[in-house]
């Protein structure tokens, strides 16, 4: 059974990150919080589900055309997952 990993991104990149999609595989989920949100032109590889915390886009003043959640859902994306990893710009560098 393949595991799934939800990774997180609280933080605008000032640039595409050059090794994003070498974290992301088939199965795993992608959520743009905080200031991730402004993030939401990224391209995700196939079989990634992205997904943006509403109250951050909400508050940010960001229309989100990936799926939105909300904290509920937030803890249900992160309880499911085999692992929740925070993207840092260390990690995507």
Same mark, same amino acid.
């Given at each position: 059974?393949?595991s799934?990993?939800? *990774? ?19 199965? #795993?989920?992608?959520?743009l ?13 196939e079989?990634?589900?992205? *997904?943006?915390?509403?109250? #951050? ?8 055309p990936?799926?939105t959640?909300? #904290?509920?859902? *937030?803890?249900?994306?992160a309880?499911s997952? #085999? ?11």
């Amino acid at each position: 059974m393949a595991s799934s990993t939800l *990774f997180l991104l609280p933080l605008r990149l000032p640039a595409p990150p050059r090794r994003l999609e070498a974290w992301l595989r088939p199965g #795993d989920q992608l959520l743009l919080l905080e200031d991730g949100v402004y993030n939401l032109a990224l391209s995700l590889p196939e079989g990634v589900k992205g *997904f943006a915390l509403a109250a #951050d886009c909400t508050a940010r003043g960001v229309e989100s055309p990936w799926p939105t959640v909300n #904290d509920a859902a *937030f803890v249900e994306l992160a309880a499911s997952a #085999d692992r929740v990893v925070t993207l840092t710009p260390s990690l995507l560098a």
